[in-house]
């Protein structure tokens, strides 16, 4: 038996197999007029046809609940209900061919309002139309890009609200998972980490504080988000700004930069609060040495699954199906997601099925059957 091929339930949604295919943002939306943020054939083809290459799960790229909350004028939203609407035929689609539709809800913070990476990546310039003012926990920028605006107490409330009003339109939408993005150096991100939230009132200062914006964003998700379908939180377990080498260490919560320790302790607390999985990820949030290697994420992920009762995911760099198939059955991960390798092969879940020796699901397409 392979625990990589195995099926897992959470609330009451079954993923046929432990194989997930990670948010990859395309940034390839409409930038202009009515359909500006909408999914189109690009992002068709790009999610269903690893849907049909056999991941158990499909997450859509970071899925702005604003438009000030996008990377880039490129980046696909879920503000309105013509977005909701394109990306529900999608939707349907990945379901159809037995994968799990999942969607990622993000707002970029102080890293919004920029260039698509292949256009240089850089903020845009305040006189380009399609530019927005940009806020954050602190007004800090992230290395070169514009400085934000810090956020108000009503700005605050806003994004809040804009979460749940998101969440409402992916459930609408037939998704089945919703996850909250807060890695990469994201706003949520943002607020938990001292190397960007400076802040004293109570969305700043100590772990409780800098927590609290995330905790009240899965509150809202949570409160509209149906209740037999399980919520996912991306994190960023560490900055890699102060981590030791060692990262079994106890819960240093006040180190100036966030940590793996503090992820730990954040990821028990949201499991109090509706949150079925922690999708285990690393940096982005200042410019830091990152000691990138193969499956150099998973310790991050081991440590949640050890010490708390939080499932936990791991990305990062895992391309071989045995490398795989021992992080889930050593118990390192619950799942391991899959980005750039999934560019590369849609088709991997089938490839590593057919390595380890077992029969998967879902099943192949009958088009595709003579090829298996």
């Not at 990306?87 to 890293?111: T, Y």
């Not at 509209?224 to 560490?238: C, D, H, N, Y």
Request: a negative charge; charged letters at 20%; aromatic letters at 8%.
């Amino acid at each position: 038996m392979s625990a990589l091929f195995e099926p897992l339930t959470l609330r009451e949604v079954t993923f046929p197999n432990r194989v997930w295919m990670a948010p990859m943002c395309q940034y390839s939306a409409d930038d202009s007029g009515p359909y500006v943020g909408a999914a189109g054939d690009w992002h068709r083809t790009h999610l269903v046809s690893r849907a049909v290459g056999g991941a158990g799960l499909i997450i859509t790229e970071a899925t702005a609940v604003s438009p000030e909350g996008r990377i880039s004028p490129s980046d696909l939203g879920i503000w309105n209900d013509t977005q909701a609407d394109a990306l529900a035929k999608i939707v349907a689609e990945i379901s159809s061919f037995g994968s799990v539709p999942g969607i990622q809800l993000a707002h970029a913070g102080r890293k919004g309002s920029t260039a698509a990476p292949w256009l240089g990546g850089k903020s845009l310039p305040a006189e380009d139309p399609r530019s927005w003012e940009t806020v954050g926990p602190s007004a800090v920028a992230f290395g070169d890009y514009a400085t934000p605006r810090e956020a108000t107490g009503d700005d605050i409330a806003k994004i809040v609200d804009d979460f749940r009003s998101a969440a409402q339109r992916a459930s609408k939408a037939g998704f089945q998972v919703a996850e909250v993005h807060g890695a990469h150096g994201y706003l949520l991100h943002q607020f938990l980490s001292p190397a960007s939230n400076t802040r004293t009132d109570a969305y700043g200062g100590d772990f409780a504080g800098r927590t609290r914006l995330l905790i009240e964003v899965v509150d809202a998700v949570r409160q509209v988000w149906p209740a037999e379908l399980p919520v996912f939180v991306r994190l960023s377990a560490t900055d890699w700004l102060d981590e030791p080498e060692n990262t079994e260490g106890t819960a240093e919560l006040e180190a100036p930069s966030w940590t793996s320790d503090q992820t730990v302790a954040l990821s028990q607390i949201l499991t109090e609060h509706g949150v079925d999985l922690v999708d285990t990820s690393t940096g982005g949030n200042v410019h830091a040495k990152i000691p990138v290697g193969p499956g150099y994420q998973v310790p991050f992920a081991r440590r949640i699954q050890n010490e708390t009762t939080m499932p936990a995911a791991a990305v990062g760099m895992i391309t071989e199906p045995k490398q795989a198939e021992d992080i889930v059955s050593l118990g390192e991960a619950t799942a391991v997601l899959l980005a750039r390798e999934l560019l590369r092969d849609p088709y991997w879940p089938r490839r590593a099925a057919r390595e380890l020796g077992v029969e998967m699901t879902p099943a192949v397409a009958p088009q595709y059957e003579r090829a298996y």
